[in-house]
Nanobody, 124 residues
């Protein structure tokens, strides 16, 4: 099970950190991803990180502003968001896929497990 939290209201330019905690003992076996879905839009890839934390992938729209990381001892993956923009407003989901490859895994269908989302609202 995945549980994302840390969303809320933020002003443009502010920072916010999302967390996602996984239950189970095999957390380090999974690639972890973050997706988001804005009202009226399709779910889109935000970032992903491999089991070791050594390989990450970020969408172009968030590169340089968002950073994904993980703590396997805590079964938690993080999304540090900075320089937030109103267009970052969305429900953010964490997801997991069994495997080691991060590159190219940017579609929702690439991920096997999903948590409930957490809403991030950025005001201008």
């Amino acid at each position: 099970q995945l549980q994302a939290y840390g969303g809320g209201l933020a002003q443009a330019g502010a920072s916010q950190r999302l967390s996602c905690t996984a239950s189970g003992r095999a957390f380090s076996s999974y690639v972890m991803g973050w997706f988001r879905q804005a009202p009226g839009k399709e779910r889109e890839f935000v970032a992903a990180i491999d089991w070791s934390g050594g390989n990450t992938n970020h969408a172009e729209s968030v590169k340089g502003r968002f950073t994904v990381s993980r703590d396997n001892a805590e079964n938690t993956v993080y999304l540090q968001m900075s320089s937030l923009k109103p267009e970052d407003t969305a429900v953010y989901y964490c997801a997991a896929r069994l495997g080691m490859v991060v590159a190219g895994k940017t579609k929702a269908v690439d991920y096997h497990y999903w948590g409930k989302g957490t809403l991030v609202t950025v005001s201008s």
